[in-house]
């Protein structure tokens, strides 16, 4: 069974840092890409950033310069790095991947920027 479990939110300073993860579990970590992303509230979902099977990364202009995601094929996890976090940035943040033409999704962390 695909299962992804996100971790690491908070509350944080403008300017400030913050690290989230995604666990997965039940299908072949290194065979597919992973993403994040996030929801603020009253917003659609918007993706932030996608790690490929390749190790290539992309990044939605509004985080480019600040975000950095990445992976571990021998953990099954995939990092989240956030600097220069900005009060726009507070949303709830997900981890999501597509196996065989499913998307599956975490419960979310909340992330809120904040003095």
């Known amino acids: 069974q695909v299962q992804v479990v996100e971790s690491g939110g908070g509350l944080v300073q403008p300017g400030g840092s913050l690290t989230l993860s995604c666990a997965a579990s039940?299908?072949?970590?290194?065979?597919?890409?992973m993403s994040w992303y996030r929801q603020a509230p009253g917003k659609q979902r918007e993706l932030v950033a996608t790690?490929?099977?390749?190790?290539?990364?992309s990044y939605a202009d509004f985080v480019k310069g600040r975000f950095t995601i990445s992976r571990d094929n021998a953990e099954n996890t995939v990092p989240l790095q956030m600097n220069s976090l900005k009060p726009e940035d507070t949303a709830v943040y997900y981890c999501?991947?597509?196996?065989?033409?499913?998307?599956?999704w975490g419960q979310g962390t909340q992330v809120i920027v904040s003095s």
């Open positions: 999501n991947t597509i196996v065989v033409g499913k998307w599956y």
């Open positions: 039940g299908f072949t970590f290194s065979n597919y890409a």
């Open positions: 790690v490929f099977n390749t190790g290539r990364t």
